[in-house]
């Protein structure tokens, strides 16, 4: 089974909308991670946020956010006023307190029309 | 500060030629290791992880296997390529595991011809 579900394969946005990202994971672990990453073009991927279980508080970081809900083991990504530079892939990871693995999605493909 | 090195960038190779690449982590001391491919338009495969010299886990049987001779470096390699061993390949290291976070070399383009 998947541990981590991103529905969504491909989403297209103009510039300046808002855009979420919809993230759902599945673990028996009480204590896991949680992580969001980007890859543009280039293809190196970029760290972006990290959250813990034990930590439900939404986070902010200029134009993200981050909703993290444990009910509906649901990590959602959120970019207001998207801009043409948010183009690009992005996954969601999970790593659980026991072993070695990240557990990615599939990744979101994002791209902003101008 | 940590920094990940691979090496080649890109890379043609001809069906049933042999494969090195190379990935080396400086800032840091026994860092877990791993190699991912991720082929055209698709998700990350996690192909081989390691916790320290010479112990590599394979998550993926198949014509590829993977190295750790120091360290700090970490070596994909196969005998023979296939057409399917097409794709983008990312080495990423962390401390350890559970909270650390996982960082990513700039990968290496592999086109088999």
């Known amino acids: 089974a998947q541990k981590v579900t991103q529905a969504q394969t491909e989403i297209s946005v103009v510039e300046k909308e808002d855009v979420t990202l919809d993230c759902v994971y599945e673990t028996r672990d009480t204590t896991y991670y949680l992580f969001w990453y980007k890859q543009p073009p280039s293809g190196e991927l970029v760290f972006l946020i990290r959250r813990n279980s034990f930590d439900e508080q939404n986070e902010i970081s200029g134009r993200y956010s981050w909703n993290f809900q444990k009910s509906t083991s649901s990590f959602n990504f959120t970019i207001t006023a998207s801009q043409v530079v948010d183009s690009a892939v992005y996954f969601c990871a999970l790593s659980e307190n026991t072993g070695n693995q990240f557990y990615f999605g599939t990744g979101t493909s994002l791209t902003v029309i101008p | 500060s940590q920094t990940i090195h691979q090496w080649p960038a890109t890379l043609v190779q001809p069906v049933g030629s042999p494969l090195s690449l190379e990935c080396t982590v400086e800032?840091?001391?026994?860092?877990?290791l791993y190699w991912y491919r991720q082929a055209a338009g698709r998700g990350l495969q996690l192909l081989f992880y390691?916790?320290?010299?010479?112990?590599i886990s394979s998550e993926v049987p198949q014509n590829l296997s993977a190295s750790r001779p120091q360290d700090r470096q970490f070596i994909l390699s196969s005998k023979k390529l296939l057409l399917s061993d097409s794709g983008f390949y990312l080495c990423?290291?962390?401390?350890?595991?559970?909270?650390?976070?996982?960082?990513f070399g700039p990968g290496t383009r592999l086109t088999v011809l």
């Open positions: 800032g840091t001391s026994n860092p877990n």
């Open positions: 390691s916790v320290g010299i010479g112990q």
């Open positions: 990423a290291w962390r401390t350890g595991r559970g909270a650390d976070t996982q960082y």
